[in-house]
């Protein structure tokens, strides 16, 4: 299973982001799992909440352009501020943003300036494949959001949230998490790097016809521990295609008998 696994993975280790604010870095560690997800399931429909500098939403609409997808993606952002000295900042932003995705991605791609709350009624109920929620930097604002969209989710889809560490400084998003684990844990999944990021799958639906996804949420087994680990390592893109091509170079030298 492990060989198996690692062998799979290696064609993601190439993965190059095109797009990339390099303000914001705390994305960047789920990169390479955001686009194994949008390969291997290839979802109809991917929503953000909370879209601000563009980092995590262009991944996955990257990843829908260079694969040939048919999949519909969304971004909900505000970009408002109680501080009217960080609105030109903010306006500026969404203005790029709004300018990118024009050039790349207007095919399939669409931007929301809106409210999130108000935003919930523009999707209809278990209309959204993935579910990519970030922004949110309290409990009662992520579990606020969550209840909103949940419905909005269909069964067997994907809920990501970013910021699920525990020392995160004044951010409790990792409170709501850790309720949901209690509750769901055969339907949660975390990965550690960069602030963390929680995914939590909606009960029902079919089984995955993708093999990593029935290992990644199959459960606490020692197959996803692995493969938890060699997706962890994909932040450092060399690293990983280092280990797991050597790896596999070790382990076909075994079989042929060679030392």
């Given at each position: 299973?492990?060989?198996?696994?690692?062998?799979?993975?290696?064609?993601?280790?190439?993965?190059?982001?095109?797009?990339?604010?390099?303000?914001?870095?705390?994305?960047?560690?789920?990169?390479?799992?955001?686009?194994?997800?949008?390969?291997?399931?290839?979802?109809?429909?991917?929503?953000?909440?909370?879209?601000?500098?563009?980092?995590?939403?262009?991944?996955?609409c990257?990843?829908?352009?260079?694969?040939?997808?048919?999949?519909?993606?969304?971004?909900?952002?505000?970009w408002?501020?109680?501080?009217?000295?960080?609105?030109?900042?903010?306006?500026?932003?969404?203005?790029?943003?709004?300018?990118?995705?024009?050039?790349?991605?207007?095919?399939?791609?669409?931007?929301?300036?809106?409210?999130?709350?108000?935003?919930?009624?523009?999707?209809?109920?278990?209309?959204?494949?993935?579910?990519?929620?970030?922004?949110?930097?309290?409990?009662a604002?992520?579990?606020?959001?969550?209840?909103?969209?949940?419905?909005?989710?269909?069964?067997?889809?994907?809920?990501?949230?970013?910021?699920?560490n525990?020392?995160?400084?004044?951010?409790?998003?990792?409170?709501?998490?850790?309720?949901?684990?209690?509750?769901?844990?055969?339907?949660?999944?975390?990965?550690?790097?960069?602030?963390?990021?929680?995914?939590?799958?909606?009960?029902?639906?079919?089984?995955?016809?993708?093999?990593?996804?029935?290992?990644?949420?199959?459960?606490?087994?020692?197959?996803?521990?692995?493969?938890?680990?060699?997706?962890?390592?994909?932040?450092?893109?060399?690293?990983?295609?280092?280990?797991?091509?050597?790896?596999?170079?070790m382990?076909?030298?075994?079989?042929?008998?060679?030392?």
């Open positions: 299973m492990a060989f198996n696994f690692s062998s799979k993975l290696l064609e993601y280790c190439a993965y190059q982001v095109e797009f990339f604010d390099l303000n914001d870095q705390s994305w960047q560690g789920h990169f390479g799992f955001a686009e194994i997800l949008t390969k291997e399931l290839q979802p109809k429909k991917i929503v953000e909440l909370g879209t601000l500098n563009g980092n995590s939403y262009f991944v996955f990257q990843a829908v352009k260079q694969h040939g997808l048919s999949t519909s993606c969304t971004a909900v952002g505000s408002r501020s109680e501080h009217d000295e960080q609105q030109p900042a903010l306006n500026n932003m969404y203005q790029r943003i709004l300018a990118y995705n024009q050039k790349e991605y207007s095919g399939f791609s669409t931007i929301l300036r809106r409210d999130l709350t108000e935003s919930a009624s523009d999707f209809d109920d278990e209309s959204i494949d993935v579910l990519n929620i970030d922004g949110a930097k309290s409990k604002d992520i579990q606020h959001l969550f209840s909103l969209y949940a419905a909005k989710v269909r069964p067997g889809g994907l809920v990501l949230i970013h910021d699920v525990d020392d995160i400084k004044g951010c409790t998003v990792n409170k709501f998490w850790h309720t949901l684990q209690e509750q769901n844990a055969e339907n949660c999944l975390t990965f550690p790097q960069t602030n963390g990021l929680g995914v939590w799958r909606k009960p029902g639906g079919k089984r995955f016809k993708s093999a990593i996804f029935n290992v990644l949420m199959g459960g606490d087994t020692p197959e996803r521990t692995l493969a938890i680990k060699y997706i962890t390592m994909m932040t450092d893109r060399a690293l990983c295609y280092h280990y797991l091509y050597h790896q596999k170079q382990i076909e030298q075994l079989r042929s008998g060679k030392k």
